[in-house]
């Protein structure tokens, strides 16, 4: 445990948050959503019932539209996006979460819930809301 303590801040929050994703993931497979990867973490928020175009979707997460593209793609396949005509402008689609898609977000909402309250009991609340007002400081611009 002193080893770690050792290792510089960046390096503990990589750790961290690479644990985070895999457990999120590992439990949303249990819960009976195989095809959702690490990889489309950065989609999750489109799964909030806000329809949005694959520029805007890109733009938010600092992806190329053609990256992008693949991500929701995957999704699609897996039945938790859809495409629909933007009846503002004929030529564009909008992609909207499906009904599996809200559910899975749920899902993954109620796992994080879980996480966090295991770190809960693990530093105490105080402690851990000390924890993220911190990173939530150093993260500000």
Known sequence: MAQEHALPLGMLAARLAKEFENDVFEQLTLAGYPELRVRHSVLLSALDGTALRLGQ??????????????????????????????????????IVATPRGERALAECLRIVATIEA????????????????????LLRP
């Open 118 to 137: 295991s770190y809960a009991t693990a530093l105490g609340a105080d402690r851990l809301d000390d924890v993220k007002q911190a990173i939530t400081e």
């Open 57 to 94: 979707l890109a733009a938010q997460a600092g992806m190329t539209p053609q990256a992008m593209g693949e991500l929701v793609d995957d999704l699609e396949a897996g039945g938790y996006l859809a495409r629909h005509n933007d009846p503002a402008d004929r030529r564009a689609r909008l």
